[in-house]
């Protein structure tokens, strides 16, 4: 995989990506050498040895893919989940292993059985399920999320919420609490297609009333949206509802979140840009991981949105978002946040290096979601031994500061720009 990498610099020395040597700093139970955790979605059935080395490559730290019990095993589909597992532990990429299922799962398509009929059971049936499952692959390095989208009635109908998820979610968390070792255990829930929101009253709380407390490490939300940065509005409210729980310090991922490039709508470079400022966005709201939809396109039709959210297409070649999120990372590998800053539509980012890293450096990041050009911004060098600024859109370029003076400067756009300062 050749990036599109501009004008090197002798002097710097830039992290590598997919390196073993790179210690990870732990935020949250969450090892990662970035500010946010990078995770990226992968189809169980079709992904092959060659696509988890890339994956690697490109510097991803964890995949994600949901893992079905066997009455809702898709036909054709069969996934070899231990196999699969195997490969990521000698990869080094860490799982999100996502337990859920759809109708079946609820025993919907069982003749004259009703569903209220058959959810007492199937709660019960999905709970020994996943408790199974979590007990045959227990590993402190997988992150288990319980559910997916469950406001989407392709995977819960409204009336089995009650009957249904509620006390499988229950029983789950009761075994777990019951079990010496359950610290080994991060689990996540539930996948949530809309924000929670602190001040509103929505039946789908009642997964965390029964589990928040109880088993869960942290939420997981799948925030899409048409503008990455109206990520940090929304987030403030799902602060609210962890300081609600009294867990205001627990960690929050984006388990599923991405951008398709899907004609007319959106090119190629417009999916790059999107999904760039996604990330950057998850930095700047503290997100402990974001795991990106999807590592490959499904189809060969350009105008198929549910096609196009790959980072590689059919045959895998990269498309310009991997590229740019590919140099991003290569920026702010061992990395961590200081400081966010948001005026008006410009956004700002201050990094520093993790106590890990082996050279001392500060990173500066900004953009802005609004057409045009934003305002500009100095920074002073502090005395820095070298000086770079990272270009990501629309080809990866490092170049040396301009001139020799105590500050440097940049100016905000839609495609964000980098200044890395070297001490």
């Excluded at 066997?70 to 231990?82: H, L, R």
């Excluded at 059971?121 to 007990?135: I, R, Y």
């Excluded at 559910?147 to 009761?174: A, D, H, M, Y």
């Excluded at 450096?361 to 953009?367: A, S």
Aim: aromatic residues 10%; glycine residues 8%.
């Amino acid at each position: 995989m050749k990036m599109r990498i501009g004008v090197s610099l002798p002097l710097l020395v830039f992290c590598t990506l997919g390196g073993s040597q790179a210690k990870a700093l732990e935020q949250d139970g969450i090892p990662s050498i970035y500010p946010t955790a990078a995770s990226i979605q992968i189809d169980p059935v079709k992904i092959s040895e060659k696509d988890l080395r890339l994956i690697k490559k490109a510097g991803f730290e964890y995949v994600r893919f949901g893992v079905r019990p066997e009455i809702a095993a898709v036909a054709g589909k069969k996934a070899d989940y231990a196999g699969l597992l195997t490969q990521l532990r000698a990869l080094q990429l860490k799982p999100v292993l996502t337990l859920f299922g759809g109708p079946d799962v609820w025993g919907e398509r069982k003749a004259n059985v009703t569903s209220r009929q058959m959810a007492s059971q199937s709660a019960s049936d999905f709970a020994n399920f996943a408790l199974g499952f979590m007990d045959q692959h227990r590993d402190p390095d997988i992150l288990w999320e319980l559910w997916n989208e469950p406001e989407i009635p392709t995977f819960l109908k409204p009336e089995l919420l009650r009957p249904g998820l509620v006390p499988s979610v229950q029983k789950i968390c009761s075994a777990l609490q019951s079990q010496s070792g359950s610290k080994t255990y991060k689990v996540f829930g539930f996948g949530f297609s809309k924000m929670p929101r602190a001040f509103s009253s929505s039946p789908y709380d009642e997964l965390l009333d029964v589990s928040l407390k109880t088993c869960l490490s942290g939420i997981s939300v799948h925030p899409y949206r048409e503008k990455p940065e109206t990520l940090i509005s929304d987030f403030a409210e799902v602060r609210q509802v962890m300081s609600k729980y009294e867990k205001s310090s627990a960690p929050v991922i984006a388990s599923e979140w991405g951008y398709s490039s899907f004609s007319p709508t959106r090119d190629l470079d417009g999916q790059a840009l999107l999904v760039v400022r996604e990330y950057l966005s998850s930095v700047f709201v503290r997100l402990s991981l974001l795991n990106i939809y999807a590592w490959k396109d499904t189809g060969g039709d350009p105008a198929a949105i549910e096609e196009n959210y790959g980072l590689v297409d059919m045959n895998g070649q990269p498309k310009p978002a991997l590229l740019a999120l590919q140099h991003l990372f290569s920026r702010l590998s061992q990395t961590q946040l200081v400081s966010a800053k948001a005026s008006a539509s410009d956004y700002q980012l201050t990094l520093g290096s993790q106590a890990a890293a082996k050279d001392k450096r500060t990173v500066y990041v900004v953009w802005s979601s609004a057409a045009g050009s934003g305002a500009t911004y100095q920074f002073s060098r502090n005395g820095a031994k070298a000086c770079a600024i990272s270009r990501f859109l629309p080809v990866q370029t490092d170049t040396a500061c301009p001139g020799s003076g105590g500050t440097v400067e940049l100016r905000a756009g839609q495609a964000p720009l980098a200044v890395t300062l070297y001490y």
